[in-house]
């Protein structure tokens, strides 16, 4: 069983900077899927960003340019930085990872963009 612990929410102003990290348990992770998944209030959760075990990547276009997705194999740990935050971003933010049949999901960490 996989467990993944995302960290790194918070309030911030428009503009700002935030960089969230989801650390995984297991062996699994080298050759995962990572992902970060967003869901606002009253709102479908949507694909942010996406990093595949060989390094490549894809983003959601709103957040083109503005977020990064990276991974460091050696401590199971992706992270999302954010910056040039916008209020559209606020969400709770989710972790998965993906390999197989295994869907693995984290607890979700609170972004708020507000001034």
């Known amino acids: 069983q996989v467990q993944l612990v995302e960290s790194g929410g918070g309030l911030v102003q428009p503009g700002g900077s935030l960089r969230l990290s989801c650390a995984a348990s297991?062996?699994?992770?080298?050759?995962?899927?990572m992902g970060w998944y967003r869901q606002a209030p009253g709102k479908q959760r949507e694909k942010v960003a996406r990093?595949?075990?060989?390094?490549?990547?894809d983003y959601v276009d709103s957040v083109k340019g503005r977020f990064t997705i990276s991974r460091d194999n050696a401590k199971s740990t992706v992270y999302l930085q954010m910056n040039s935050l916008k209020p559209e971003d606020t969400a709770v933010y989710y972790c998965n990872l993906f390999v197989g049949t295994l869907d693995a999901w984290g607890q979700g960490t609170l972004v708020t963009v507000s001034s």
């Open positions: 990093i595949f075990s060989y390094g490549n990547t």
């Open positions: 297991g062996s699994i992770f080298s050759v995962a899927v």
